[in-house]
């Protein structure tokens, strides 16, 4: 075996030592990252349309399909202007050097512009210019570096996945094995004499010999090549005392038959394989079986408008859009899916998909993507396809919005899992040594039986299999979170802040008076068509007062946040919103919150608006305010302060006039103070203090208030349930807790029947998985019964 040094990480290259340059390389990723910095000029070389002769041979020719526009668009997440976004599933990502190159393609190939790797699914996530490159190329420089993508059209077509039944094969091979194995031994067993037993034994264990070679270098395999990977990056994984274990007991039994001192063990050998690799299907069925994967992300609260065929506008879910439907998308909306514009004034923002904030226009008859937000006016647009939620959530769940927040569970379960080995290790060499000088017989077994008995893969279970069924139970409740870490955080939290507009108050049952000059039929269509493409909640409720009047084609609209409205229309100019913003000067206080408007720099009057709290507040507020500090803050004046001074809890802290940067520096003062913060807002004005705060959860009540901004999307109606909610987040935190002492309980228990001798290395192999599936059921049971009583 040869023992070279890889030059780039200083690793043994083994036997899959690449040379390049006169020097060696443990992988590709290693040799990649030699030659990014070496002085080749890597540039020409990966970028095949200047240099195709770089081409690698065994690749030429062989993607010439990804020439066929109609094919390439099917591999793509993201088509637009010279824009273009394709996900690929990389077979070869195997260490942090493979994430450095593929995370660093565009310094083989400017025209790359970034690249996003997603290590525990292999897959790489890659932006480029279309105008400069194509998919193909992509593809081909993705494979000149060693990582040649993996691409079946038939995953894009909706046709059926291929089914990976690598693991009943070998579960099936270690089987047939085993049987043979255990027959083949009787005669040892059993101590039978005789003439042909005495005279073939030696027949009978070299064919053991031969039955155990599949099970050791075919169906084991997996955990030999696991523990190699880890090793080779400095991990101590689980899989290194497996590994360890089949190796002393397949070395031990083949000098033993050599040298004639015995039958080995190798039934122990197949059994154990076997055993391991049957626990492991077991698993793969219950969590298939207990997967939330699949159905937690079918619950997204979130409406959008659909204008029917009478050109009436109606909220609907964003689950029930179907192709063919015609949606109106609001200024500030989020585009929930694939479509075609209409009309309207359209100026897309696709950072939340591409990084770029830089507003793309477009015109009737343009494609738009879903992810994109809308940035002038209003617009209507023609669904292409049904809402991909997965798509949207996988946008939602991206790097770039990524507050600064470890989970804490993780955090521990990485430390036990990287000492639990070493732990192992240390406990069956020790006692291997205590025994080998006792009773050297049962040393082996001992040794063997610790490696296999203990697992942190209980504790490591635990959390994401409890919070994930948490995000499952949440989201039947309507209540939406962007990832299983929001649960650890909401479960810490103990301040809670509420914006008031939209939140506490709600449009329904609002009812609206003007005072002011009366508007002649024109102005009242100006306004209702300005109104039309804001989203604010106050902008809404004034919206539908106005049902019988015709709406106008806006192109001059801009909505200045926590301020108002600005239109041009023709030669006519209108301003709606605070009365600083309209008037140049704030109204003295009073007691219900006003819009006002002027037309042409002229003052016309104000709407106002007899605010109706939402069913539920005050209970809440006082059962709150007895394990949490609660505060409201309003971009509106003091006028109701007196009001809710006397509705709310005294402790309740009350801020008015707040605009969206104060809101955020008022959640950022308290997080100076340790405060951890929970921010519960409409989504639209208070994105800068839900983004601040621990948790943002923006409320929605036939909106869209979809953002990357926000941790969770709770439905207006079950604004009673926020401290079940939260009280729940807790109950999941003990259910972890108890995972762990379940978890340590059987180590414990496991490593003391192994270390006296008491367990034999097939019954091991038989508990090992148990372990983790009974972790797994107890927490799907446990959140489940949770899951009842929030109900």
Known sequence: MNSTQCYHCGDSCDDNLIKFDEKFFCCNGCKTVYEIFSENDLTCYYDFQDNPGAIPTEVQGKYDFLDKKEIAEKLLDFNDSNTQIATLYIPHIHCSSCIWVLENL?????????????????????????????????????????????????????????????????????????????????PEYFEVDGFWIEKYKNVFRWLMFFFSLPVVFYAGKDYFISAFKGLRSKILNIDVPIALGIS?????????????????????????????????????????????????????????????????????????????????????????????????????????????????????????????????????????????????????????????????????????????????????????????????????????????????????????????????????????????????????????????????????????????????????????????????????TLYHSFDEVETLTISNYKEIVGKGIQVMYKDVSLKLGSSSFVKNNDEKSTLDTSVYVSFNEVYKGKFTFKNSYRKGVKSLFNSLSNEYDLAVVSGDNEGEKVYLEKYLPKKTQLLFNQKPEDKLNVVANLQEDKKKVLMIGDGLNDAGALAQSDVGIALSENINVFSPACDGILDASKFNKIETYIKASKKAIQIIKYCFILSLCYNVVGLYFAVTGQLMPVIAAILMPLSSISIVVFTTISTNLLGNKIK
């Open 106 to 186: 565009h310094k083989l190939n400017p025209k790359v512009a970034s690249s996003q790797v997603d290590f525990p699914k292999k897959k790489v996530r890659i932006t480029y210019n279309s105008d400069k490159t194509s998919l193909k190329e992509i593809v081909l420089l993705l494979s000149s570096i060693g990582y040649e993508p993996y691409i079946s059209l038939e995953d894009y077509e909706g046709g059926k996945k291929a089914v990976d039944r690598s693991l009943i094969y070998k579960l099936g091979i270690a089987g047939f094995a085993f049987g043979n194995v255990m027959f083949l031994s009787f």
């Open 248 to 540: 002393v007991l397949f070395i031990r039994s083949t000098f033993e038959i050599i040298f004639d001192l015995g039958t080995g063990f190798f039934d122990s050998l197949t059994g154990l394989v076997f055993f391991l690799l049957l626990g492991k299907f077991f698993q793969q069925k219950t969590y298939n079986f207990l997967s939330f994967e699949r159905d937690y992300k079918s619950y997204f609260p979130i409406a959008v408008t659909r204008i029917t065929s009478k050109d009436k506008e109606e909220n609907v879910q964003i689950y029930d859009i179907e192709k063919g439907d015609r949606l109106l998308i609001r200024n500030q909306e989020l585009i929930p899916v694939d479509g075609i514009l209409i009309n309207g004034n359209a100026a897309i923002d696709y950072s939340f998909v591409t990084g770029e904030a830089e507003p793309v226009a477009k015109k009737s008859g343009d494609k738009l993507f879903a992810g994109g937000k809308q940035l002038s006016g209003v617009i209507e647009m023609e669904v292409l396809n049904s809402v991909s939620q997965s798509y949207l959530t996988q946008l939602w769940s991206n790097d770039v919005f990524q507050k600064d927040k470890k989970s804490g569970f993780k955090t521990i379960t990485d430390t036990i899992s990287k000492n639990f080995t070493i732990i192992v290790l240390l406990i069956a060499f020790v006692s291997t040594a205590f025994w080998m000088y006792f009773d050297a017989s049962k040393a082996l077994n001992v040794f063997t039986a610790v490696l296999i008995i203990a697992c942190p893969c209980a504790i490591a279970l635990a959390a994401p299999f409890t919070l994930g069924n948490m995000l499952r139970i949440f989201g039947k409740q309507k209540f939406y979170l962007k990832n299983a870490t929001v649960v650890e955080q909401l479960a810490a939290i103990d301040t809670i802040i509420f914006d008031k507009t939209g939140t506490l108050t709600t449009h329904k049952e609002n009812t609206i008076s003007y005072d002011g000059i009366s508007l002649s039929k024109n102005e009242k269509s100006i306004l209702k068509s300005s109104l039309r493409a804001s989203n604010h909640p106050l902008s809404r």
